[in-house]
């Protein structure tokens, strides 16, 4: 049988800066399953997993609209056919004048048309790129935005499980254990010396949680269990008023 205690120092020091895949990754790394089961637990994981992928979506989000994509200009289909016939045309136009000046006028009239033609493409395509960028740059912003509320929910959801203590079956022979009052009076403890009165105090506290501990571990639950292992739980005894 294998008990393993869930990474709650690694999950903790991740932050709503961190990416998507990294929550991801660290929580399949502290133990973070998802599992099927309506106790607390399961809901609890099941939430966070999601908020982590919705973060990853949003990360992606943000990526894409940081690119600003090029504007590509196609001719109209025919073109290339088209430019070869104007000239033809123009130059028949001008042969049929009688006067040289009359010529030349009907064969730059061909150039002007052309010229303006492409200046018209040109201001089209410096607005068109101006507006493109204009919309990438509100989605980026509106990404960055929706990311910043995907990585509170995120926060949120590992604030939920790590406030509760559990024992979980997780597998046949495998369970996770969280017990975060044990972990914070152990740290405590390691702050204060042997002679202190509050290290007396920690002392029993730690007893009276692992005691729990043990007693599930010897009689492991089917589903989830949080018996015992809250200092709420572990309320001193009424003292004894009769005289």
Known sequence: MQWSPLDAARLSALSPRDSGARWLSVLAEAGVERLRGDGPPHRAMAALYDAAWSLSSHDEAVTETRVTDKLHFS??????LLVPGLYVGFILLAAFRNDFGARLVAFGALWSMAGLAALGVLLWIAAAT?????????????????RAVAARAVARARDTLLSEPFVLRVRENRFLQHVPDLNRIEKEMRTLAPTDPQFAALQQQRAALTAAVTALRQAPPERWSRDGLRLSDQRPAAPNTSA
């Open 75 to 80: 001719a109209p289909p025919g073109m290339w």
């Open 130 to 146: 101006w507006s493109l960028r204009a919309a990438r740059r509100q989605q980026h912003t509106d990404a960055q935005q929706a």
